[in-house]
Nanobody
Framework: QLQASGGGLVQAGGSLTLSCAASARMYVMGWFRQAPGKQREFVSYIIWPSGDPYYTDSVKGRFTISRNNAKNTLYLQMNSLKPEDTAVYYC??????????????????WGKGTQVTVSS
């Protein structure tokens, strides 16, 4: 259902763009990340069709989420990367839910994850 790509190794201050191809249009699509020894945490999500983006505080001003509805593809442009951004990044998607979209429970579909490593 979801296929994430674009991870890699980058120096602090650098940039990466993650992509996530979906097999169908989804009401909400988001990015979560999980660092070693830590719980999966919310990064960003975006709603269709309004396109309103939401971010966790630690990435505001550095990350930009977007989606191409014609291609059912989600993106995460990550700038000014920091070593603390190092994690496996997961894309997620789902339908309308009363559960807050910054929680993993709101999502029905998950990609396999792509590793992002930021060296200092």
């Amino acid at each position: 259902q979801l296929q994430a790509s674009g991870g890699g190794l980058v120096q602090a201050g650098g940039s990466l763009t993650l992509s996530c191809a979906a097999s169908a249009r989804m009401y909400v699509m988001g990015w979560f990340r999980q660092a070693p020894g830590k719980q999966r945490e919310f990064v960003s999500y975006i709603i269709w069709p309004s396109g309103d983006p939401y971010y966790t505080d630690s990435v505001k001003g550095r990350f930009t989420i977007s989606r191409n509805n014609a291609k059912n593809t989600l993106y995460l442009q990550m700038n000014s990367l920091k070593p603390e951004d190092t994690a496996v990044y997961y894309c997620a998607g789902g339908g309308y839910s009363r559960t807050a979209y910054y929680t993993p429970l709101a999502y029905n579909y998950w990609g396999k994850g792509t590793q992002v490593t930021v060296s200092s």
